[in-house]
């Protein structure tokens, strides 16, 4: 904590009792919260919880209601972006506003120009940017373009951006939702750099460890309500967990060591090429046993989705795989879907609201979805709803599902519960195998910790679980054997007992060797150009 | 063929070209901004109906243009309201638009003039005439330069040098100026631009403005320059042509120019049969060559000539998310 002020400083942002509905739903209730200048002060909270409603209002997508804001001591309003801006408040989103097209100098300079033609304004900003580069860290090839570089270099000029409009206040929301996790440190290291020169910054995040981390005080959000501002040193993880979702939560998967059984699913040497003539999965092999979780790391991008993709039956590969010893079709007519249910694979895809869900389909449809030939759904050659609907009600109460409305579309879940009705469809039908991709992102504290669970359950039921995540946090608690893909190769196998992020994320950038010579810029270097990172 | 007969071709490649240009041009705007303007064809119709219809009644082209420009300035304003403003889909709005034009200037010219859906002939001060540029009767005995200086270059309209001035115009507007920067963008990533607190809607409505200044020059080509009054869809699907070479140029100005030219002059050769038959030795149909122009813009638009990566925010409207 580096915070030189004394008590009668004004605070760099003040918000006093703003309170925002969205028809009934009230989406921010009476908040406060005072931010001292040169600190960094994060806001925790699950999806929902009203952190975003209360950025755009600071940021000037949205008024609030009633309430105040004050910037340094002085009252302002803030209609639109530009006045914002003007009041000195730059924000970092999660889905970056870049123009990928442009040049990083371009994207910079676009809405801050100085004069009408754009000579100029480029000149002054290339040499801004080198001053803003040698005193913060945050060095960018200016003449790149967006598309071009990765997504923690894209970052970083999200921020550049900001401090050429000469913010003072940095608001990032979900920053390290997308780096890997040398990137987030280097991100946390630009953090520091700036509240060392007087800039304020507030966080938002959901994830403790970062809060903990790099945060001077920290405010924690539930339904609406600001519930507590502490300050950090003096909470912990626990404590900020069970104030975020209202009861005990457990932070760790508790699992006892797996009992490994028969091979289940054996792949070997297993190629895709893509439609643009890609090697994505370059003679990838890997074996997962009954009653173990097998981990994949990687930044994403790296083959991973593809692998699933194949395993899941709708990509097209070559190589042998065998599932209970019985090959399986990867080419021909019966690679698909339903073929692979046969054979005894669920698959939880990565990205549920595009392959997971039909998000217009109600609950009952969803969960119906790809086993309506069943006998049980089946009345003759109809379909037999009341079944389908009781059978959605059971599964949605074992899962938690909330609200517990069949006739709900999906869309209108929260994300993890989406995330629950997917699980639900492919866990309760008793597969050999479940395929599991990204089973968290986007997904709140209390329903990870269900989600963990549930994995581990069907773990210890003697199933076999192939699970692809790029959290590496995620990875270490839940599996048994850790594999890294890095450019569509495996590049081999780690016990979680033994390994740490610093050697996974070496592996994750293509670098094997000794994990001590190495350092974290190099590693960083080679993660920029690791995967597209985009593919997320 | 000699050089007098070539010359001939390129000069009518040219000015066939301009009404080309211009709605491509048109287009470069709109679709940079992110608004998809399929309704072109629209606009230069009811341009050239309006244009053509003034310049009779008043007697000036000049007045006739600005009306022509005001035709097809509404028709842009329809067309923003609709998918900028409402949101709605902009192939919808573009192709009610084309309806529209193609079916209220026959029917408004037939109850203002009775002479079945065109406007009577212009002439003199009504129509824009050819200009002489200095000396080219001077210099029309020079060897190769002269002929060159007289026949093709010299003895256009004044939109044509209008239209090839806005090439370089274009191209300085869209990449040395702030305007055009966000423009680029707009059409790239709204979202950067709304975050940036410049106004998305503000900048799609000045450049559907743009294209709709730009389709009334081109329909004013049409029935003062090119020909001397309207006549029932005589943009003929030049609107699409456009769109087409539009696709060809990849949404960059210089390109525009030699993707039009390559149309105007294959429309040029279908005027001159019997060049064709003097120069191969053997007689094409008329009708194959009046086709050229049109099946080149299909394969265009069927994407044989390379990958055309169009804005990426193109035909959608912006909603603001939370």
Redesign the interface.
Known sequence: MTTTTTPSAAPAIELKGISKSFGPVQANKDISIRVMPGTIHGIIGENGAGKSTLMSILYGFYRADAGEIWVAGKKVEIPDSQAAIAAGIGMVFQHFKLVETFTVLENIVLGAEDSAMLRPSLARARRELKALADEYELNVDPDALVSDIGVGMQQRVEILKALYRRADILILDEPTGVLTPAEADHLFRILENLRREGKTIILITHKLREIMEITDTVSVMRRGQMTATVKTAETSPAALAELMVGRKVLLRVNKTPAQPGAVILDVADLNVTDDKGVHRLKGVSLQVRAGEVLGIAGVAGNGQSELLEVLGGYARATGRVTMNGRPIDLTGRSSDGQSRRRDGIAHVPEDRQAEGLIMDYAAWENIAFGYQNDARFRRGPLMDHAAMMQDTVDKMGRFDVRPLDPKLAAKNFSGGNQQKIVLAREIERNPDLLLIGQPTRGVDIGAIEFIHQQIIALRDQGKAILLVSVELEEILALSDRIAVMFDGHMMGERDPATTNEKELGMLMAGMTGDPGNVTVTEIERNLAHAGTGTKV | MDLLTLLQLLDSTLRLATPLLLACLAGLFSERAGIFDIGLEGKMLASAFLSAAIAFTTGSVWIGLLAGVGASLLLSAIHGVASITFRGNQLISGVAINFLAAGLTVVIAQSWFAEGGRTPQLAGAARFNPITLPFANELRDVPVLGPIYYELISGHTALVYVALLIVPLSWWVL????????L??VG??P????????SVIGLRFTAVAICGVLCGLAGAYLATALQAGFTKDMSAGRGYIALAALIFAKWKPWPCLWATLLFGFLQALALRPDLITSTLGFSVQTQLLDALPYILTVVILAGFVGKAIPP?AGGEPYI?E?
Do not use: H, M, P, Q
């Not at chain 2, 990449?175 to 966000?182: A, D």
């Open positions: 990449y040395s100026t702030r305007f055009g920067l966000r680029r963008a790239e990533n979202a950067a631009v709304d975050t940036a607190g410049i990426r603001k939370r």
